[in-house]
């Protein structure tokens, strides 16, 4: 069957939708929607939707970085070099994976939009595309995190650290296909009001992580002990795990019933290519902003393994209280996506506007209890004090940008629902890769003239300005977005 034919089937089946059959026994809103396709109401924007939403993804979350805690304190319980290997192979391929897999956000937003309109049918043939190009990134990703040389050369390790950190790779190498593809399931659950799903898997995969570093980190049950590099088998154990549930839920559940196609879908160019155009930049996006952290304990490995620890800590302790403003956002995304479906862009002002202060307000009760507790927390992680003074003291900048970097990732999120995504890519690569990590190698390395270099502590602090600054202008951004979207809504 030609493209155009498949085009043809496509726009048929848009015009003689089929609402779903009656086995969806939940009296939810999501259901309700699937009984009545062709009423367009407008999408609930409270502060109970909003957080209705954002509490299972926040949920999610956590178990994912709930997982790299246990990972963190496991290998620092073995010692500092174990640690290191962790970091240095965790950032980059952390860096690799959402290098990759932020092209496929492309999907949520688009998902979102037809979720909106109620068109269902058309949800299932752009998952299908998303997955056609799931698995070009997916042999990419493999192909990337194989060059092991580049990694450890760029990290400056050597040693036992080097050998681990190359064992580490190959590990990860063989779970990255499965994290790449479940990453669409993902995106549409999020973009269809479905976070519950991921919610259950990540817990899931959290409760198995612990028994599963034992089995390969500690060496339990007679498997071989390799240390900080049985992190990354247990990461590719659990990968496939979930992608299998992903499928089998969105394959049987009745939920989806209305979504899923009626036929297979060969790749399709414009599909692919709308989902680009908006996946490419969302992608070089969360490269940017991602691998200025990855990137940052690549460069710290090579001051030694004390800064790297310390910084291994801090980024997992920021990062944990991250997932909270990152909740919130991926939310906006998806109700703006759906507001602006359903042709209410004044709601999806207001939903923007909501989560702004929502937002701001609970990043500033975290960062004042991170201040307190600093210490308290660092002594989770390690019984080195040396490592603990480091790591202290390093958490000062969390405390500093916490409040902006929550505005800068709801922003940013809000703008994807807008399908404005090319304007915040630049803000980024300039605001996080030239001043957050190109003034911290200065500062970190050099910077005599101002008493340098200040290793792991100059890093923190080019970051600090880096992500103050990307929370203003990209705050602005979406403020001006939403007013102008939403002035068109009233001349109408």
Not at 195 to 221: D, E, H, Q, T
Not at 441 to 465: D, K, N, R
């Amino acid at each position: 069957m030609t493209q155009q034919e498949h085009k043809n089937d496509r726009d048929q089946a848009s015009e003689n939708f089929i609402a779903p059959p009656a086995e969806a026994k939940q009296a939810s809103e999501a259901d309700d929607a699937l009984r009545h396709p062709h009423h367009t109401a407008a999408p609930d924007v409270s502060l109970g939707a909003l957080f209705k939403l954002a509490t299972p993804l926040f949920v999610a979350n956590l178990a994912i970085m709930g997982a790299a805690t246990i990972d963190t304190i496991m290998a620092g319980r073995l010692g500092a070099e174990h640690l290191a290997v962790v970091a240095l192979g965790g950032a980059t391929s952390v860096m690799v994976l959402f290098g990759l897999v932020g092209i496929l956000q492309g999907l949520s937003p688009i998902a979102g939009h037809h979720f909106g309109a109620r068109k269902y049918n058309l949800i299932g043939f752009e998952l299908s595309q998303s997955l056609w190009l799931a698995l070009v990134l997916a042999v990419i990703a493999v192909v990337l995190i194989l060059q092991t040389d580049f990694w450890i050369d760029f990290g400056g390790v050597s040693g036992r650290v080097a050998e681990m950190s190359r064992e580490f790779f190959y590990a990860s190498a063989w779970g990255l296909p499965a994290a790449v593809i479940m990453r669409c399931y993902i995106a549409l659950n999020a973009a269809i009001n479905r976070p519950r799903v991921s919610m259950y898997i990540s817990l899931a995969l959290l409760a198995s992580k612990a028994p599963l570093n034992l089995l390969f980190m500690y060496g339990w049950c007679g498997f071989p002990a390799m240390g900080g590099a049985g992190a990354a088998v247990a990461m590719s154990v659990n990968s496939w795990i979930a992608l299998i549930a992903y499928y089998l839920i969105w394959r049987f559940d009745h939920f989806y019933d209305a979504m899923r196609p009626e036929r297979f879908f060969w790749p399709q160019i414009k599909a692919i290519a709308a989902q680009l155009k908006l996946g490419v930049p969302i992608g070089l996006t969360i490269f940017f902003e991602v691998s200025s952290f990855t990137l940052m304990a690549i460069f710290i490995s090579r001051i030694g393994t004390i800064d790297v620890a310390a910084h291994q800590i801090v980024g997992n302790i920021t990062a944990t209280l991250y997932q909270v403003p990152l909740s919130l956002a991926i939310a906006v995304c998806v109700l703006v996506s759906q507001c602006l479906g359903a042709g209410f862009k004044d709601q999806a002002r207001v939903i923007t506007l909501r989560t702004l202060k929502c937002a701001i307000l609970i990043t500033a009760t975290n960062a004042v209890l991170l201040y307190i507790f600093r210490g308290e927390l660092v002594s989770l992680y390690t019984p080195d004090a040396a490592v603990q003074k480091l790591a202290a003291s390093l958490l000062i900048f969390g405390v500093i940008y916490h409040v902006t970097d929550a505005c800068q990732s709801v922003s940013n999120f809000a703008l994807r629902g807008y399908r404005v995504t090319v304007l915040p890519m630049i803000m980024y690569g300039v605001l996080l890769w030239c001043v957050g990590l190109g003034g911290g190698y200065y500062l970190g390395f050099y910077a005599e003239s101002f008493g340098g270099p200040y290793g792991a502590t100059g890093f923190w602090a080019a970051t600090s300005v880096g992500l103050f600054l990307a929370g203003i202008s990209l705050s602005a951004l979406a403020l001006y977005v939403s007013h102008v979207r939403a002035s068109e809504d009233r001349r109408h």
